[in-house]
């Protein structure tokens, strides 16, 4: 099932083009991820697949998914200090979206909750002050939280960012996982090219527009490609 198609889009910030020639599509159980170089716009593109950003140009069309069912991961950034919430407060917060009027969250809900905490490993720290983990676990926290608002797409904003190279390594294990054992498709933008080849299934290269999409290995053996994987080696 598609579950969003971008056709020849565009998105600016006060009239300013930050982003152009988006033609893509994202489909269910899909890994798409999104790289280039710092500025180059896949933040933007990121706040266009949520809504968040009208199209200047172009087309954004929600399929098989609605904008409120979408799981956003954004980047790491340390927990502020007066954010007292559990682990499960904070994972079932990613609820709130489909509980319509309903005033309290449901058994299923709940359910749904302590399976992600499960699925996330972190069940056992549920009880835990979401503000006293650790950066890996805090992002560990904040995925199942994503998982709980989606169980077909997630976007996730170099989720990484910020995190040692081993907890990263970890991360993305963990959401290649997720993404095989389920039918979530995953939207990441990644500064680590060499996570991006290894795991992802689709490649989206942007530089203020859209400069390749194909596979990882399509993409090694483009000019593109190779450009910028020799540069981040190097």
Not at 52 to 68: A, E
Not at 159 to 187: C, M
Request: hydrophobic fraction near 40%.
């Amino acid at each position: 099932m598609t579950l969003i198609t971008c056709k020849d889009a565009a998105f600016a910030y006060d009239g300013n083009i930050v982003i152009k020639n988006l033609s893509f599509e994202v489909e269910t159980g899909d890994y798409l991820c999104v790289v280039g170089e710092n500025g180059s716009g896949k933040s933007t593109l990121i706040k266009g697949l949520l809504g968040l950003l009208p199209p200047q140009t172009g087309s954004v069309v929600w399929g098989d998914v609605k904008r409120n069912e979408i799981g956003y991961l954004p980047q790491y950034k340390a927990a502020r200090k007066d954010f007292p919430a559990s682990v499960s407060e904070v994972v079932l917060s990613g609820r709130q979206g489909g509980r319509g009027i309903l005033p309290f969250y449901s058994r299923q809900d709940r359910a749904i909750a302590a399976e992600n905490l499960e699925r996330l490993g972190i069940a056992g720290l549920r009880k835990k002050c979401y503000r006293e983990l650790s950066g890996g676990q805090q992002q560990r926290v904040l995925l199942a939280r994503a998982l709980c608002a989606s169980q077909k797409l997630l976007l996730l904003d170099e989720p990484a960012s910020g995190l040692d190279p081993l907890i990263s390594v970890e991360l993305y294990r963990l959401i290649a996982k997720i993404n095989r054992e389920t039918s979530v498709a995953i939207v990441m933008v990644s500064h680590d090219l060499k996570s991006a080849v290894e795991n992802a299934k689709r490649i989206l290269h942007v530089k203020h527009e859209q400069l390749f999409l194909g596979s990882p290995d399509e993409y090694q053996r483009s000019k593109i490609g190779k450009e910028f994987l020799n540069a981040g080696s190097e």
